[in-house]
């Protein structure tokens, strides 16, 4: 079945310099440096993200997170703050000299959100949310795809191939975990997705340890294990008062536990011969 | 975590009298009629629909379902005919005084697909697709919500409820198969989800053993079974050349085999005090 | 991979006679009648199990289950009464007339269970333990074997040929669900195993609609829908007191509610022209 | 639920020094150095495990595997040379001055598989044969316990502790990968396990890279995955003719690949302050 692909954008050709590169202002996702992802799951207010994204900054963190739209379960739970949200996301990474990352999930948002973020994110609900993809396609932005937690990795890279059918090449890959029979974690890390995708493609792919767990002591040990077996980077959920986050705070970091992962992870990011970015 | 569900709008009253009939065209959907939704997994042609729904048409089909956007994993799969198959399911449903459903897959489609079809289906890999719900959920068309094949029952519910919040309570559920390492057929038949479903929710739900098992022996046996556990219909794939249907040809069943299917399933529709429509 | 079966003594020839029906003492599994087996999880005392099988013998239950050796998660919970809950369940079932089926764990203990019993139960969790498979297959008992809970159907079928192939050719099985993502039941009850299993084996398959789903509310709808789909029988449990029942009590039935139940599938046995024996 | 272990013999105490390290001949498993298992799935002939032995000893290996006693699938499938392999395996790990760890599977082999053995395997599909888990329990020897396919990290947990409850603590887990819906790897390696159990219990725990994705590329970037996220050690599968392997040689890799994977680990070891013994 994957032999297939071969005809397709995202399949890999021979040599490693045909591997992507996805350029973000001045960063590099895809090559030799390792990217750090991190912010709350949803913007919150103004004092919210600034706070976090001063500490994030200090931590060395350059591509900043944080939900405007938010999928949420439940109708009646909080949706996010919309455009406000996304003109907050601008302002705080402006002033931090951060580039941004956030999610959008309607095709008519896809214009407003491509104004204010730098990345735009299509998340897990929305893997195949084809509509989707192909108005995202249409951009030059480059684009965060996070696996669907019930797809098969071929289906994930069909959904990269759709975007990259419209135009727009500049897609990164993102397991964040899979739904399995496991209770004691939120999802099932998959983490063989990474040299898998590197095998077939050659599409970047980083990891997110936080939905994919769903608990805060397992976040830095998965880290090291997803840069370990090759993942270009981490997208982390960090919050200075998780008990109180409107969205996922138990699976949310303190910035100075995301400052210790930092340090965990730098003997890793030397072993496997990659740079911190 | 399902008693929360106790304040939404899909949350089941006490009493019988209390459950939602859903009304399309001179059909009920949910009280002690079964529906029969039968047609091609795609509109392929004028041709091929009129062929197909004339069978069906003889054997008592009301309910014409065909596909006019088409969820495919491979962009480079075919997508549909688009309007123009709205065009001809909606002729060749009136020439024989059928109903139709078909599939809706983006918030920019509600209203053109709205104008030719009587349900709208939201699909499974559109299940938390919430822009999508959320549209839907404007529109006075019965809405026929399909599980997402990762989804728990607490999400499928859920969904459901984005949809009524907006105002429009006719949502029909239809149970599809859920992915697990069963490997002997496409998906996993999870059938306790209609007892489940009808316990929690006032809301009718049908079952599609065609996706469900994606095996033709299977689709009679497991009609058999939907009906026994409480489901008010069924949505079978029929084509009279499965063979070379353009999607997903191999589950279709021959307009005989359908015949043959609704004969096969009379017994047990009595046997649970109800009768076919 | 299912091909490969045709050498198998387990697979399917040609006409409907060649199924296999499994006779213990008068009653016969596998034909037109259908097999109700009930009783609790475990034999707790005498005094328990004459309670409980007085009020099913008068529901006309003829095969009665209990459990003497208790396959528990835990090591520290109640791991049955051994040969002392054997005797007391062929007691029991002598006073009634009834005939029994108990769980076997331990090569050693094959010989022994075999004098009490009428069917050794092989539990889900030694689906593949090939040296109890082995022993009791060189027994010329009736075995029933339980689907392990994360097998598939070709690893399900492979292990009764494992039985078959020592001589025994009087193999039952018995769909008990299978693991998933899905948490509002404990198990998935994956009812399409009923008729996959017709169409490659000879076998007669029944269904334990209360381990595959755990609740109590969902055992009768599921017990109609196994049998329309065409199962030879159904395994329930069954306490008189199911809050303190020692083992599973959370999704044992009470008697009446037994009854209940054999009257509700009454109709649906008529519907697909069987008898309850 | 895991709160309620805080009573069982596996649960860890505070204080790193509690950690159980597992003594075998001179090996340490479970501080901070790393062992490397690795050998052919099954034992073949005297020619092929010496063969393979040899290389083995060359790129530093002490601890050699091979199975003696196979679990098949399918009853007619090579079931393993029995006593005459555990010999085999006993003449060469001496020729190299190596340990062996092999699989036993019924409580009637404990005491043969003993006395050639230095470590006793549990195999996935016996995680739950609670008879043979007492058995080995009974025994001094150090026991491999591999987690089920389809077992939750509880009930692998609640498995070692049956063995620690007969008295013997020298138990070491091995994950091996879960039973998903994913298709492109054998099973899905699910290495959150990892940090988990060293969360909640003293035990070591190794990762068995073969098994869980059943690919031979996937082999080495999941090693280092296994390492970076705190694994005591390996367990890979190698043959010197993986094509003309009498079992799962799809798997397998050739010495001179484990070399290189020798090589590769290295710098993670390093990076997480262990030693390669």
Redesign the interface.
């Known amino acids: 079945m994957?032999k297939e692909y071969k005809k397709l954008k995202l399949i890999k050709k021979t040599g490693k310099k045909s591997l992507s590169i996805i350029k973000v202002k001045k960063l590099e996702i895809g090559g030799d440096k390792i990217i750090l992802i991190a912010g709350p799951c949803a913007i919150e207010s103004e004092k919210q993200l600034d706070k976090i994204a001063k500490e994030l900054s200090k931590s060395g963190v350059k591509l900043l997170r944080g939900g405007a739209y938010k999928?949420?379960?439940?109708?009646?739970d909080f949706q996010g703050l919309g455009e406000k949200g996304l003109k907050i996301l601008k302002k705080i990474a402006d002033k931090y000299g951060m580039a941004t990352v956030t999610e959008v999930?309607?095709?008519?948002?896809v214009e407003l959100v491509s104004k204010y973020a730098d990345i735009l994110q299509i998340g897990t609900?929305?893997m195949?949310?084809?509509?989707?993809l192909k108005a995202v396609g249409k951009t030059k932005k480059p684009i965060l795809l996070k696996r669907?937690?019930?797809?098969?990795?071929?289906?994930f890279l069909?959904s990269a191939?759709?975007i990259m059918?419209e135009g727009n090449s500049n897609v990164i890959l993102c397991e964040r975990g899979?739904?399995?029979?496991?209770?004691?974690?939120r999802n099932?890390?998959?983490?063989?997705t990474?040299?898998?995708v590197k095998?077939l493609s050659h599409l970047p792919i980083i990891v997110d340890p936080s939905h994919?767990?769903g608990?805060v002591?397992?976040i830095t040990?998965?880290s090291?294990?997803?840069?370990?077996?090759?993942a270009d980077g981490l997208m982390i959920e960090v919050h200075t008062n998780p008990k109180h986050a409107l969205s996922d705070g138990y699976q949310s970091i303190l910035p100075k536990e995301f400052k210790n992962l930092t340090e965990e992870i730098k003997?890793?990011i030397?072993?496997?011969n990659k740079t911190l970015q």
Chains 1, 2, 3, 4 share one sequence.
Request: net charge negative.
């Open positions: 994957l999928p949420r379960t439940n109708p009646y999930m309607d095709t008519k948002d609900r929305n195949q949310n084809f509509a989707l669907g937690m019930g797809s098969t990795i071929e289906e069909s191939e759709y059918k899979i739904r399995t029979f496991e209770d004691n974690t099932t890390l998959s983490l063989a990474v040299p898998t095998t994919s767990t608990e002591e397992l040990p998965m090291k294990a997803a840069i370990a077996c090759g003997p890793i030397k072993a496997v």
